[in-house]
């Protein structure tokens, strides 16, 4: 399909999506257009897709409802379509009954608190007459996607269906309300209808984000793709999908081959700098994001995502400049309470940071990140129960949150409840698999658990960590001290890997002298005198107890050298020294340790609630190698 095509089509979409208020998708797809500024078309040429151009049916009273639609006032909208049989006008009827449910869904919310769970309560009725609707395919695309909206619901919440029965309690009589749960038997449906959404009108942005947030892993996701029409959307929704399942590296990567076709796409930098902010490269993705803000200095959308690397980076004064920015251009969003709570919380005024993370949430009850951040904020105050109930309340909202899994991971491990923590771990490795964090983090609880089954479990999850490229050099440090008291020859070997490590980094310290004194050690108990008194030396620039043991190390290794020397003037001495050995650490040639020590028959990890932490960053701490 030609560039000039798209653009008709692209056009002709997005005054379809703005008259039914679809908005998000309408201002999508708008966004898009921008990289078509150098094709000239002919606009007054109608669309050659036949469901891009609208009928006139019922065209007086929908332009009627639409204005009403646009006020807010969504029961009068609906009314003013009553009897209206056009696919947008029943589109429109039952969108705005829909919107006027959740309206008074969240006044509930508000007025009830906790006490009583907010349901829409327009949406028993709009499930029985689209569902009506749809088997006898009356539906159009967009009342499809509505269809498949409301689906969901039924799986996310529990509907409170009243029922006028008595029970005495307490001589009172009160109201029962039954609860129903549909989760388990409406998700299949609801993805089968939102594809067929797609098929039946497939510019429509937001039937695609939705069919990707109901997708369970990649293998069902690559199911739902061969079943989706072919369409110029269709990569932005694989990417879409990657990024949501964690799949962080197959999301860049085609993020940038489409940002090559759309090279001014707002849209595709900003997923460009998710993406790298998922795969911890947070400098290319704070440059990113302040290239879009020197382009679209007003932009709110996403920079909550930009305050939170601000704050893993400790940039206070950027920080600050950005939150000021973000009040002065929209100050009630859910963008610009994260971003002062992040400031807040920089400042260590962790009382600040939540009541502005609360405000965002008033403003949308479902933002993920501000549950996150409010469960950070409780274990910095100490205040578990409270923190766990807030990651909790994120993980119900998307089990796909590996931050909120981490959270409830950290803080039973700061209560002292190894077997809780290694559970909701074990969640997140299955999440980030290539994460070298979260198996640090497992391997933790079960260095706690102690005994030998779990120290062997803790091993193979630092080797995995290893493996995945751990950049605080922790887990070489771990398995350096847990093969000291289990096989010495291995010690050795993540001793110097440790060493040599902090040594590329400039870095000492205490690890530093530990694996020093260890290597010593070692060396001389191998007769590998020149390399022991080279680490021994070496220990002589610290101070402490080690440097009293490296200068009794060095006495010993020059005595053993005189005698080596008495012993060799001394003609056919049984005493010599061995120089042929194939390895310094005192191993042969075949064992295991000098190749890669993660191979591929590592055994398995348990992913089950078994284990907490030791020798490891206390866990109120580690958030700080895990960013927000």
């Known amino acids: 399909m030609d560039k000039g095509t798209i653009k008709r089509e692209l056009f002709a979409a997005v005054a379809q999506l703005s008259s039914r208020g679809i908005c998000h998708a309408a201002k999508w797809v708008a966004e898009l257009l921008e990289s078509f500024d150098d094709v000239r078309v002919d606009l007054t040429q109608p669309a050659s897709d036949p469901r891009l151009r609208e009928s006139s049916d019922d065209l007086e009273k929908f332009t009627l409802a639409k204005t009403y639609f646009d006020l807010k006032e969504y029961y009068r909208a609906a009314h003013a379509l009553d009897g209206c049989r056009s696919h947008r006008s029943v589109f429109l009827r039952s969108y705005s009954l829909f919107l006027a449910g959740e309206k008074r869904k969240q006044e509930e919310a508000q007025e009830n608190g906790e006490r009583h769970p907010a349901v829409n309560r327009q949406l028993p009725a709009l499930k029985d007459e689209l ?5 006898e395919k009356k539906l159009d695309g967009f009342s499809t996607w509505l269809y498949g909206i409301i689906l969901g619901q039924f799986s996310e919440q529990t509907i409170l269906l009243p029922r006028e029965e008595l029970i005495q309690d307490n001589f009172n009589a009160k109201k029962k309300f039954e609860v129903v749960s549909t989760k388990d038997t409406v998700d299949a449906t609801q993805r089968s209808v939102l594809i067929e959404a797609i098929k039946l009108y497939p510019w429509n942005w937001s039937a695609w984000v939705d069919l990707a947030s109901v997708l369970k892993d990649a293998e069902m996701m690559h199911q739902v793709d061969n079943q989706l029409p072919q369409h110029f959307f269709k990569p932005f929704w694989r990417a879409h999908s990657y990024l949501e399942l964690q799949q962080n590296q197959n999301a860049h990567e085609i993020y940038l081959e489409l940002l090559d076709i759309f090279p001014t796409s707002t849209f595709l930098k900003c997923q460009i700098a998710l993406a790298r902010y998922n795969l911890q490269d947070f400098e290319s993705a704070q440059e990113i994001f302040e290239e879009l803000l020197q382009s679209d200095p007003h932009r709110v959308q996403n920079l909550d995502i930009y305050s939170n690397i601000l704050y893993v980076r400790a940039d206070s004064a950027k920080l600050s400049h950005l939150a000021y920015k973000a009040s002065t251009t929209d100050k009630y969003t859910v963008e610009t309470c994260c971003i002062i709570g992040n400031y807040y919380s920089l400042k260590a005024e962790h009382e600040k940071a939540i009541s502005y993370f609360e405000r965002a949430l008033k403003l949308n009850p479902k933002y993920l990140s501000a549950w996150t951040l409010i469960g950070h904020e409780f274990v910095e105050l100490r205040n578990t129960s409270a923190a766990i109930a807030a990651y909790r309340k994120a993980v119900d909202i998307n089990p796909r949150d590996y931050r909120a899994w981490y959270g409830l991971g950290n803080t039973y491990e700061l209560l002292k409840m190894p ?28 260095t706690l658990l102690g005994g030998q089954h779990h120290i062997e479990n803790a091993i193979i999850c630092y080797k995995r960590a290893e493996y995945n490229h751990d950049r605080d050099g922790i887990a070489l440090r771990m398995l350096a001290k847990l093969y000291e008291d289990r096989d010495e020859n291995k010690a050795a070997y993540y001793h110097k890997k440790h060493l040599d490590r902090r040594d590329a980094e400039g870095v000492e310290g205490e690890e530093t002298i530990d694996s020093l004194l260890f290597l010593a050690k070692h060396c001389k108990a191998h007769n590998l005198l020149d390399d022991a008194a080279l680490y021994a030396t070496r220990l002589l620039d610290f101070s402490g107890p080690a440097t009293d043991e490296a200068k009794s190390l060095l006495r010993e290794i020059q005595a053993h050298k005189g005698l080596q020397q008495l012993s060799s003037s001394i003609p056919d001495s049984p005493i010599g020294i061995n120089s042929n050995s194939n390895s310094r650490w005192g191993l042969d040639g075949d064992d295991d340790i000098l190749v890669d020590p993660v191979g591929q028959d590592s055994p398995r990890i348990p992913i089950s609630p078994i284990g907490a932490s030791s020798g490891t960053p206390q866990p109120w701490r580690r ?6």
């Open 623 to 628: 958030r700080n190698i895990l960013e927000r």
């Open 131 to 135: 569902g009506k609707l749809h088997a």
């Open 419 to 446: 077997l809780y923590a290694l559970y909701y771990y074990s969640r997140t490795c299955a999440l980030r698999p290539y994460d070298p964090r979260m198996w640090i983090a497992m391997g933790s609880c079960y």
